[in-house]
């Protein structure tokens, strides 16, 4: 079976095709990215009408090199996954609207995705891929949750940000710091030639006896700081990227260590465009292996936003069992989608 995914829900235009067969895991075929982040990065951030007609302009060719790559065609395409949401209304119309039409011309069905779901699977195309059931760690842009994952499609929300999220938290430090746009991966390069402990920053809610998060208060501080420094900041911001950095990082640490001692699980999957960060994997490894867990990252360029991991997903949830593609192909999207309601049933329409 093979399984055309495409993902739009934000500034990537991803594509990619997953083979699964009838047992073992789906492996990937071929993909092909497109990022948006020089385009936005004059503004200082997304424009969502300006990511949505890039991806208008990008996914076709994007499709057309993966099938290239691949040595197929279009004809070999068994079902088209696409990202039904969360994300930005416009960019995922665009994905869906690309998936459903392409779907209906070539008569095959077509499966909406989870976004999140896609990070969360996406270590399963690594090399060392993990299994159920484990502890997730889910550090994006837009989301910072610890989950319980038993199997595909089975996901209990442990804990999660009451505000920012993680990446936001490194985003959001960064352009103060007048870093370019996305921030995190600049505040980590800055970083490594910082004192961690030059600043005492925040770490909210490191002790609530939760699982929850908070990182808004930590960028107050991180202005606080840059304006008490007034002039000396430039010389100062390798130690101020590296302490920042080392709080945000500590408080996932610390709430991930939690999570896996109350769950008594032994492995912790990590996934998400923080879980890039250098730092992050360092740490936690060290930790995991004082305790015997065993840590599955994806692939580093498959952290961030792509199309491999939406095929990957619609592959697992097709090879499990827990969604059936469909030829109904009236789509909509879904901007706001709680990944733990997964499994709810919802009213069908179309
Ligand atoms: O998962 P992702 O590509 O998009 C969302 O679904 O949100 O994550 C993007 C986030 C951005 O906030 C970006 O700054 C952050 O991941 N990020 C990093 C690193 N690489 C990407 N943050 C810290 N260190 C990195 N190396
Ligand atoms: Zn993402």
Redesign the pocket.
């Known amino acids: 079976m093979l399984v055309l995914g495409i993902e739009s829900s934000?500034d990537e235009t991803g594509v990619a095709l997953v083979e699964a067969g009838e047992g073992g895991l789906p492996r990937l075929a071929a993909h092909a990215l497109h990022s948006q982040i020089a385009m936005h990065q004059a503004y200082g951030g997304v424009v969502p009408e300006l990511a949505s007609r890039d991806h208008i302009r990008r996914v076709l060719p994007l499709a057309q090199a993966v099938l290239d790559e691949a040595g197929r065609g279009l004809a070999d395409v068994d079902v088209v996954a696409y990202t039904r949401g969360p994300g930005l209304a416009g960019a995922l119309l665009v994905g869906a609207g690309v998936a459903c039409a392409l779907a209906a011309a070539l008569g095959k069905p077509v499966l909406g995705v989870h976004?999140l779901e896609g990070?969360l699977l996406s270590p399963f195309l690594s090399a060392d891929p993990p299994e159920f059931p484990f502890v997730a760690l889910l550090v994006?842009?837009?989301h910072t949750q610890l989950m319980r994952v038993d199997d595909v499609g089975r996901y209990d929300l442990l804990g999660e940000t009451i505000d920012d999220a993680a990446?936001?938290a490194?985003?959001k430090s960064a352009k103060l710091m007048g870093l370019p746009y996305?921030?995190?991966?600049w505040l980590?390069k800055l970083a490594e030639s910082g004192d961690p402990a030059a600043f005492k920053l925040p770490r909210p809610l490191l002790h609530s006896g939760d699982l929850d998060f908070s990182f808004a208060g930590l960028k107050t501080a991180v202005l606080t700081q840059a304006r008490k420094l007034g002039g000396e900041l430039e010389a100062r911001k390798a130690d101020l990227a590296a302490s920042t950095q080392a709080a945000i990082v500590d408080v996932l640490l610390k709430k991930s260590l939690r999570a896996i001692e109350e769950s008594g699980l032994k492995r912790l999957v990590v996934a998400?465009?923080?879980g890039?960060?250098q730092a992050l994997r360092t740490q936690l490894n060290a930790a995991c292996a004082q305790r015997g867990v065993r840590v599955h990252y994806p692939e580093l360029h498959l952290c961030?936003?792509n199309g491999a991991m939406i095929a990957m997903a619609g592959a697992m949830r097709l090879q499990a069992g827990v969604q059936e593609a469909t030829e109904r192909y009236a789509f909509d999207v879904k901007p706001r989608w709680p990944l733990a309601s997964l499994g709810e049933p919802e009213p069908q329409f179309g």
């Open positions: 934000c976004h990070h994006s842009g837009g990446g936001e490194f985003d996305p921030g995190g991966p980590a998400g465009g923080v890039a960060n961030t936003d």
